[in-house]
Nanobody, 116 residues
Framework: QVQLVESGGGSVHPGESLRLSCITSGLKFSSATMSWYRQAPEKERELVAAISNTVGSTNYADSVKGRFTISRGSARNTVYLQMKNLKPEDTAVYYC?????????WGQGTQVIVSS
């Protein structure tokens, strides 16, 4: 059984930072493409960042380039999203996604609120 568990969300002020973590189990982590998505109220879920399974190449939504960094941790099959200089428009539920040969798997999400 594949499980993805996100953590690290919270409520912060504009300009502050957060680091989200996604611990996976049952996923073929080394061969999976890992991504972070987010969904704001009344908006569609959107891709924030992704990291490939091989050379670790990354791509980011234009809105977060230069502020967010996705990375893979070898320990505990974990993927991180470091978020800096947070803005109110970053407020959303953030979801971890793992894509391997068996399919696409989602975590339950973690809430991020950026407000003054």
């Amino acid at each position: 059984q594949v499980q993805l568990v996100e953590s690290g969300g919270g409520s912060v002020h504009p300009g502050e930072s957060l680091r989200l973590s996604c611990i996976t189990s049952g996923l073929k982590f080394s061969s999976a493409t890992m991504s972070w998505y987010r969904q704001a109220p009344e908006k569609e879920r959107e891709l924030v960042a992704a990291i490939s399974n091989t050379v670790g190449s990354t791509n980011y939504a234009d809105s977060v380039k230069g502020r967010f960094t996705i990375s893979r941790g070898s320990a505990r099959n974990t993927v991180y999203l470091q978020m800096k200089n947070l803005k109110p428009e970053d407020t959303a539920v953030y979801y971890c996604n793992g894509l391997d040969l068996r399919g696409s798997f989602w975590g339950q999400g973690t809430q991020v609120i950026v407000s003054s």
